[in-house]
């Protein structure tokens, strides 16, 4: 490799204090070489984890991969588009004996404008929540319970997370067809709701 | 072939030098969809990252099996609104000033931090548009995209008379990286796709039509008859193709990138998935010679301005 087009290092840069114009010149190229081919590496075993060696790659370098956030996929919508379309249903039940039905800005029933911001909740409900994240199952129910506690004596004591579905048909059937309706129903959790997980709500 | 002629290859693709412009226009393009973003997540900031909202610093550890060590601002002030506020109107001014070009490596840098800190605190809201911008931001910390249309860093460039072809030529290889952080989502996804099942035999785009969570607006016609369902899917498979290997062959740049355009405006009609198709589009950015924006955009100050320069090739 030639060093004819090396650029000098710049004035009043921080890398002139700990090397010469030389020194810098000569291990350019080099550093920067490592640094992209590290990072193609990762990338590359990340995204084609599909061997045990590649698998040991990501392992040992996962920490700063993760650290990072550059760990990434663009698997959507593969191997196949999701089939099924779900959605989140929970049910407050207060210390009275009554109820209360929650669910979650549902983008199907939101006008164009409404939806836009509101993406997060498919994201956050449909894509995880409803099928493969437990961790957030609790939170969710205590959020719900502090956002329905509306009176002082009877505050939320029980809330259940239900989710409801369908399955897509297959083109073969599905064309001209509307989808099925959602309701196929799976109880994902009950979470009994303290005191202490009420706290800080404002009552007016 | 040499060891010599593999180093002189490499040297040229990563190390030759070229003009800042398209990575400085993409850098504006990132910085609107970067504002676009922030925007977005006010209105429901304290619900997903919020002390009270739908998802603990807990529920995060747990999901990382306990390995909680991460790029994340939010470890210093857990809980802690005020903070998230003060997070939000900094990662704001900091979009801002990415846009304008005012100190820009240290606002991608900025930008960066607070786009991996948001995904470090609650995962499970962003999706793959998101991904592309938090690593489209971390390559852009390494680029020059301040030296060009950029409100500081004038004394590092030089722009005669608003000439966009004249600015002092910078190293290529963050650029590089950003093409080829591109090329990369089109490379991972097709072959994701083409393992066999729906995507084969046709039918995947009538299944994404029918998620009820993500339509927009109607598409009629298209979804009602198997041969138009079967163009589309192959179709797609064939724009992403294209989209890691024919778009770096000259002669066809350009026509990808128009087929590629009018494949995400038509994403964009149909789903609702804000911001993503956007970032897809403006990539493209990077991949158009300098000379090409440079008279793109002369042309643009000409329509919009009173002054009249042309800019020599």
Known sequence: MTNKQLKPVRKNSILNELLSREEWARIRKPIISAFLILHCTLNYCYLFNNHPYINNVNHFFFGYYAFMGLEQSWNVFSPGPRSTNPHLTAIVTYQDGSSRLWTYPRMERLDFFTKIPKERYRKFFDDNAAWNTPVVWPDIARYVARTNYFDLDNPPILVSLIRFSSAILPMEEGINKPNPPQSDSKVLGVYPITAQDLDGVMHK | ?313
């Not at chain 2, 002189?8 to 990563?14: E, G, K, V």
């Not at chain 2, 990382?64 to 939010?74: C, K």
């Not at chain 2, 722009?159 to 591109?182: D, E």
């Not at chain 2, 990808?256 to 993503?276: C, Q, R, S």
């Open chain 2, 1 to 313: 072939m040499s060891i010599y002629t593999i180093l002189q290859a490499w040297d040229r693709f990563w190390f030759s030098e070229v003009s800042p412009l398209s990575v400085a226009v993409y850098r504006i393009l990132l910085g609107f969809l970067t504002i676009a973003f922030i925007l977005l997540l006010i209105p429901d900031l304290f619900v997903w990252f919020g002390s009270h909202g739908m998802c603990s610093n807990q529920a995060v550890a747990d999901w990382n099996n306990g390995h909680a060590v991460f790029l994340n601002l939010f470890s210093f002030f857990p809980d802690n609104d005020q903070f998230l506020v003060v997070f939000q109107c900094v990662f704001f001014l900091a979009a801002v000033a990415l846009t304008l070009g005012f100190h820009a490596r240290v606002a991608a840098t900025i930008c960066y931090l607070c786009l991996t800190s948001l995904y470090h605190r609650n995962p499970f809201i962003f999706n793959a548009g998101d991904t592309y911008l938090r690593v489209s931001t971390f390559w852009l910390i390494f680029s020059a995209s301040g030296n060009a249309l950029a409100l500081t860093g004038r004394q590092k460039r030089s722009n005669p008379a608003g000439n966009f072809n004249s600015y002092k030529k910078v190293s290529i290889w963050p650029l590089r990286l950003l093409q080829i952080q591109l090329a990369t989502v089109y490379w991972h996804t097709f072959f994701c796709k083409i393992v066999g099942g729906p995507w084969i035999d046709g039918s995947a785009v009538f299944t994404a039509s029918r998620i009820e969570d993500l339509q927009r607006l109607p598409l009629p016609f298209v979804f009602e008859h198997a041969w138009t369902i079967n163009l589309l899917t192959w179709g797609t498979l064939g724009i992403e193709g294209a989209l890691f290997t024919l778009i770096w062959i000259k002669e066809f740049r350009y026509w990808v990138i128009a087929f590629a355009v009018i494949f995400h405006l038509t994403i964009e009609y149909h789903m609702n998935i804000p911001i993503f198709e956007w970032l897809m589009i403006v990539s493209y950015v990077l991949f158009f010679e300098p000379e090409h924006l440079a008279l793109a955009i002369t042309w643009l100050r000409n329509k919009f301005t009173n002054q009249k320069v042309t800019t020599p090739n």
